[in-house]
């Protein structure tokens, strides 16, 4: 089996303000690391654009049509949706092909095209509500990807992993009411965007929140996968692992206070593959979400994906 790859040039043209931390640089930097000879036998796909229908199950037709809106005033300029989320005349193909690809990794994955999938696109995705665009987030392209697989490939339990330094609230609001999914999101608190509470737990406990201090390091975040990650997982028995691999938890990260590394998330993506061999056949899927230090992006997605690679082979 192999590890595929998703991505798409017009994902390069969604442009950010200047200094702005979600920009073309960083998929530049995981694409030029992923192209390094020891990542060839990788398998490389376009993102194809999500189609309405897809992004409608998660978002009413009245926040579609808000960020075309926006996309459209942007006149050869930006717009700004909120003081961290703006939108110019790429946006859209680039949003598009992010929820896309990761609607089409899961369909590779469940049809046994690929072992399991790593989405290298942005915008990202874990922040963006239902009805709310917000933190560098248009569309919930995980939980998208999600009900496509429920919806769809009659999946009856799938869970996703967040490991992104900033709570996935976005992914929370989307899944509030779907008990098919368990959503589990590790998180530095407080910290923006002020969600992720413990207290929060889905409509039926099928939301996680492990919220972890600032300056927690690679024990916390261990201690807090064994004790309470995995085991939920664990008893979900989910049929396919979806990961919001955020990398902003890595300690040379400007936007957060955690001092995690890529050794870190490796030992992370194979006690998820774990999982997933336990209960999904091996099936992951995973999708860029946060991560501005470019180096230390780099690096940790080259670890991430080189874990995939290996557990997709065997």
């Not at 017009?10 to 640089?25: F, I, Q, S």
């Not at 309405?52 to 459209?72: F, G, I």
């Not at 008990?179 to 509470?197: D, E, K």
Request: hydrophobic share 45%; proline share 5%; net charge negative.
């Amino acid at each position: 089996m192999t590890t595929a790859i998703y991505t798409h040039d017009d994902c390069l043209k969604h442009e950010t303000p200047p200094g702005h931390p979600e920009r073309v640089a960083r998929l530049e930097a995981v694409l030029e690391i992923l192209e390094a000879p020891r990542f060839a036998a990788l398998e490389w796909h376009d993102c194809p654009k999500a189609a309405r229908s897809e992004l409608l199950r998660v978002h009413p037709e009245a926040h579609v049509a808000a960020v075309e809106q926006a996309v459209a005033a942007a006149r050869g300029g930006t717009v700004a949706i909120d003081g961290d989320t703006h939108v110019m005349a790429g946006s859209l193909d680039a949003a598009l092909r992010a929820a896309g690809g990761c609607v089409a990794a899961v369909e590779a994955v469940i049809t046994g095209k690929a072992q399991n999938a790593f989405i290298a696109a942005r915008p990202p995705g874990h922040h963006a509500e239902k009805t709310t665009a917000m933190g560098f987030c248009l569309f919930g392209n995980v939980s998208i990807a999600a009900k496509n697989a429920l919806d769809e490939h009659g999946l009856s339990r799938v869970a996703i992993m967040d490991f992104d330094v900033h709570h996935g609230n976005g992914t929370q609001d989307l899944l509030w009411d779907e008990t098919r999914c368990l959503f589990i999101s590790t998180h530095q608190s407080p910290l923006y965007p002020g969600t992720g509470g413990v207290h929060e737990t889905g409509a039926d406990n099928n939301v996680m929140n492990v919220p972890l201090p600032p300056g927690a390091g690679s024990e916390a975040f261990r201690r807090a996968m064994e004790a309470e990650v995995l085991p939920a997982l664990d008893d979900f028995a989910p049929e396919l692992v979806l990961i919001s691999a955020g990398f902003d938890a890595h300690r040379a990260d400007p936007l957060a206070q955690m001092e995690l590394t890529e050794k870190d998330f490796a030992w992370a993506t194979h006690r998820l593959c774990d999982i997933a061999d336990a209960h999904a056949g091996g099936r992951v899927v995973s999708t860029l979400e946060g991560g501005y230090d470019l180096e230390a992006l780099a690096a940790s997605v080259a670890a991430h994906v080189e874990v995939l690679m290996e557990r997709g082979a065997k």
